[in-house]
């Protein structure tokens, strides 16, 4: 047997996530009411849109967060068998593939009702029964395979449902004033999708009838800025030995500031969240039982692995203490926002997220994040069908070993195709990554400024 | 193909350029003291590059295996983002001057960063054209994508480009695209046998040679192949689909005719798709750069951009009647998301008129070619069989 294979230590997960999960289940609930209530339903991709559509009272089904769902209730494998039915090969996107096998499972509905959230979950049938889409919205940034996934969905769908999409440039940095969120190619950008958001925000009116109620968006950004920095505040607390939380608490706390409605709710969650945190510190426990080794993932989450890798790194006595997925966007930079005037904020926010930087500024935000939480090793997961997240991990891994000296280990997965995930290979390589942790601890490398 | 001399001249004067690309570029360097500037394909516009004085070249997927590249890049990326990342990693691309960058596949983008860690003494740029193409502000972001391209490669010959050497380099790459089409025309039309490896051979120089060079010796291999007289063809027509960045490896390309197929068209990147579109020669050059950049992809429809306005599937079925092909072979390269996404509408529209197609998915390390030929016979003679019953559509 592998020394690196899980022992019976399991995490000592959050308890305010049985909240999330709570919010989580109102909201699809929300959504699979939509269309009785007379709201229109959007369809998209990509960055947090979402308060757009509230204030013009729109329901949205965000089609990550749509598949992470399905796989985090086992309910992937129909869409992803009806995609590749259609043609769709299984190196795609698995989140594209999912969602867009559930637009293939809608051309063949007969009933248009979708039923409760609840039974649907029962059944079985999340896939086939999530509201139909009355238009699209694509607000992909860094990688082109956002573009393409609501374009085929606009196909999908004969063409009838109409789709908007706002192009986010990538950071990349060709002028020497470039640096993180500032120079002047950062700002041209910005107004760029300052500018795509105002004709956004007349294409809603255009499909609601409405007038747009920027007000109530100001309202929602109030509500999203306060969740954003209460949520930076507790992660930030997590710099304490023991960690208090982990980077698995943090994905599963992602709904609040990734799609669920900015309101009240969600800046309670993340109040409570950091209460809970602040026991925890008080009292000196931490998110595993033994914390040994301090370390930060790169890279998307397996959203049907969370729990499962939660306790096989609490097995190991190591606490993965942050992550660019989590601490690296979803309104991580919420002193942006204006909340009198929120879009250009919001347009900060798309562009730095998790994926949008070129390397060198990726790197330099990590090799922060390294220090302040004092890693002592990464783990980068490759995620076989997700190459936004991907791309840079080789440099990424590269510069913390050179800049920090850092051991990495680098495992392969899959954000919610679990045929891609490799257990054996992952001890194997963790086991290795954390021997070279043990032997800097020992020579006392612990510590960074 | 003929035995006509100056056409073997140029012939083995493109077979050269396009199998050793970057040493065709140093030559060039070497005797013109000029700079070279690398670029990625789909959508670089050559003509800026042509008229700032360089010698644009579209960087190639190698023939030889991913080896140092390895510890850069994932296995589960496509062979041309691994074979330019590997080649950035031997330091082939060391004598470019520049290397800028304009498209936004995914894959490209994590390409790019990697090029540039590995070439931290040469300029190293990203021009990211807007991908969406029928949006109200498409045409603008384009034109300003593209004027910046020529800021950035003023800073590179310390000196500005006028608008007339644009004009000139544009009239330049317009011809040479119009001779290339005549090429395709003789082809489809069966007054010249051409080969399939020999059209990609022919169009892939044109993406790596000088210019001018590649133009006059593409005039005289015309005036040769217009005269002769090309005897009745035996075969089943063939279209060709797909391939974008990478150019479909010969022994493919070869694999194809061996089994009985001619190949007589085809939308690939080194093939009809680079060359469909020419630039207007008057008026602002940025303006007409940015309309040729949105009317190339209603041309010749491409899935790495989005676009309400074209459909590819359609494209695809009309291509198939000019040329009077009766198969399609599809060459898709493993891991290209573009084309995965964008196949199943293909597929349908292919199988709802009762047209024979055939995906094939290409590896840079191609190791199944025996396979290969099995299906390719099998496809064919299915297509044949088809010529005497009529053609079943799905419904």
Known sequence: MNAATPVAKRANRLDTASLNNRMVNEYWTSVFNAKKKGRLVCWYEGVAINPLMQAADVSWVHGEAWSALLAARNNEVKPQQAAENRGYLKELCSYARTHIGCGVMAQRREEQDSGTFADALAGGQLAERVPVPDFFISAYPYCSTGQQWDEMLFRLFGKKVPVFNISIPWVWGNKPDARYLSGAEFKEATQFIVRQLRECIKFIESRTGRRYDFDKLCEIMAYTKEAGRLRMEAMALCRAKPAPASFFDWTTSLAPVNFVAGGPAIVDYFRKVKEEIEVRIAAGVGTVPREKYRLFWDGIMNWNKIGWLANKFAGMDAAMVAGRYTHMGFWHEHECIDVKDPLEGMAINYLVCPINLSAPLMVEQIVRLCREYQIDGLVLHAARTCRAFSNPQFLIAEAVQKQLGLPVAMIEGDMVDESFYKDELINSRVEAMLEAADSRLRRGITAFA | ?395
């Open chain 2, 1 to 395: 193909m003929s035995d006509l001399r100056g056409a073997h001249v140029a012939f083995d004067t493109f077979r050269q350029a396009a199998e050793r690309p970057l040493e065709s570029a140093k030559r060039w360097k070497d005797e013109h003291g000029m700079k070279v500037v690398g670029s990625f394909p789909m959508h670089f516009p050559g003509e800026l590059a042509h008229a700032a004085g360089t010698l644009p070249v579209i960087l190639q997927e190698a023939d030889t295996p991913v080896t140092v590249g390895h510890g850069m890049i994932f296995p589960f990326y496509c062979g041309f983002t691994r074979s330019v990342v590997d080649q950035a990693c031997k330091g082939e691309f060391d004598f470019l001057d520049a290397i800028m960058f304009g498209d936004h596949c995914v894959q490209v983008l994590g390409a790019a960063d990697i090029v540039r860690s590995k070439l931290p003494n040469t300029r190293v740029h990203f021009y990211q054209l807007i991908s969406a193409m029928s949006d109200p502000w498409s045409r603008a972001r384009a034109r300003a994508t593209f004027a910046d391209l020529k800021v950035g490669l003023e800073e590179l010959i310390g000196r500005s480009i006028d608008d007339a050497s644009i004009r000139s380099s544009i009239r330049l790459f317009n011809r040479n695209r119009t001779l290339l089409r005549e090429l395709y025309d003789l082809r489809r039309s069966g007054r010249a046998f051409i080969t399939a490896h020999q059209m990609q051979m022919v169009v892939q120089s044109s993406m790596v040679m000088d210019k001018a060079t590649h133009t006059a010796l593409l005039e005289r291999l015309l005036t040769e192949l217009r005269t002769e007289v090309c005897g009745p063809q035996r075969g089943t027509r063939v279209y060709l689909s797909g391939h974008f960045c990478q150019a479909p490896k010969p022994a493919v390309l070869a694999l194809v005719e061996e089994c009985g197929g001619i190949v007589v068209d085809d939308d690939l990147y080194h093939g009809q798709r680079y060359i469909s579109t020419d630039v207007d020669e008057e008026g602002d050059p940025l303006d007409a750069l940015a309309e040729w950049y949105l009317a190339r992809n209603l041309k010749v429809p491409c899935p790495t951009r989005v676009d309400q306005n074209a459909d590819w599937e359609g494209y695809l079925v009309a291509a198939m009647d000019r040329s009077k092909a009766e198969g399609m072979i599809v060459l898709m390269a493993k891991f290209c998301e573009p084309h995965m996404y964008y196949y199943p509408e293909i597929k349908e529209a292919f199988e709802a008129r009762g047209i024979p197609h055939l995906l094939i998915e290409t590896e840079h390390e191609m190791s199944t070619l025996e396979a290969l030929r099995t299906r390719i016979e099998t496809f064919l003679e299915i297509v044949r069989r088809q010529r005497t019953q009529p053609r079943r559509a799905i419904a």
